[in-house]
């Protein structure tokens, strides 16, 4: 938690700072990581091109290896326009709203209890992820066009925009009256995996910290705090992505369902058939190893990029 040294700044620019602060972590973060991911999208939602690189670590750089082969260096960064599109404001609205939510739940360290650590990274997740799901849900379109799957031209997001779009027109029902909806597929899996995702990755990062503040002197913590936060940071992420990983190949799986079904809206149950027919239990953890493999880095960099960043901007 901060210091009770008192505002140095008013409301606006307090906020304006932190957002910085937060949308330069998210932002870093997701361009380190961005080939990672789009492997990732690639396994999670079974792509037929790339199940044969499911299953072991090597098969990740195999996979890479195979995208710059077929579609070039810029093949492992499709669609990171719209990764930075949505990760920017994503991680500016989060760090912001937790920072606020934090003092506000935990005003002093009497308060710091793990329900409220939990319940700020929950607020956090769920504030955040109406603004910026439909850049997600374009971004996964776009990495799940591969050279069997795409046309001869590479693909664009304003493609995958009309291509959204026509598939709502032509579902019939609500979404043919208000075909933005067909932006939200997956929506309801996205929040209820938000809230021990997020709320999961605050809680780990601030009681480790608090254990570190407890536990090593002063001068240990000025002297190694960016090595600290970065494994705090790993350790935070790692732990959210495996108790909620299942949830996200659900995510994943409808936000890519469009291209299989234009016409509808696959909905939690069916999708949860889908994967366990084709690929047992083992379906829902498709994917895990570059997933942990890119979480370790991703979440490492984020938080200590944003603290970083918060302590150059005064805040």
Do not use: C
């Amino acid at each position: 938690m901060e210091d009770d040294e008192g505002p140095r700044f008013s409301e606006t620019e307090f906020l304006v700072r932190s957002a910085l602060a937060g949308g330069f972590a998210g932002g870093l973060a997701k361009t380190v990581v961005a080939p990672l991911d789009r492997v990732k999208i690639l396994l999670q939602t079974h792509n037929a091109e790339f199940m044969r690189f499911a299953g072991s670590w090597r098969g990740a750089v195999h996979a890479l290896q195979y995208i710059v082969q077929t579609q070039g260096f810029r093949g492992l960064y499709q669609g990171h326009t719209l990764t930075l599109a949505r990760a920017i404001p994503h991680a500016a609205v989060g760090y912001t709203v937790y920072d606020k939510v934090s003092k506000w739940l935990m005003p002093t360290s009497e308060y710091e209890t793990s329900k409220r650590r939990l319940t700020a990274g929950a607020i956090t997740g769920m504030t955040a992820l109406p603004l910026t799901y439909p850049f997600e849900l374009i971004r996964v379109r776009l990495a799940v066009e591969t050279r069997t799957s795409r046309s001869a031209t590479r693909p664009t997001p304003w493609n995958a925009i009309r291509g959204i779009m026509a598939e709502g027109r032509s579902s019939g029902g609500i979404t043919g009256f208000m075909p933005f909806l067909h932006f939200y597929r997956g929506f309801t899996v996205s929040l209820l995996g938000t809230v021990p995702y997020r709320g999961g990755i605050f809680l780990v990062w601030e009681t480790l910290n608090a254990q570190a503040r407890e536990r090593l002197s002063p001068e240990t913590l000025e002297a190694n705090q960016s090595r600290i936060h970065l494994v705090v940071g790993a350790i935070a992420g790692t732990t959210s992505q495996v108790a909620t990983y299942p949830l996200e190949v659900i995510r994943r799986t409808q936000q890519a369902s469009g291209k299989g079904t234009p016409n509808r809206m696959i909905g939690f149950q069916e999708t949860v058939r889908s994967v366990w027919m084709g690929s047992g239990w083992r379906g829902f953890f498709t994917g895990l190893g570059i997933g942990l493999f890119k979480q370790v880095p991703t979440h490492a960099i984020s938080l200590t990029s944003w603290q970083l960043a918060k302590k150059a901007l005064g805040i």
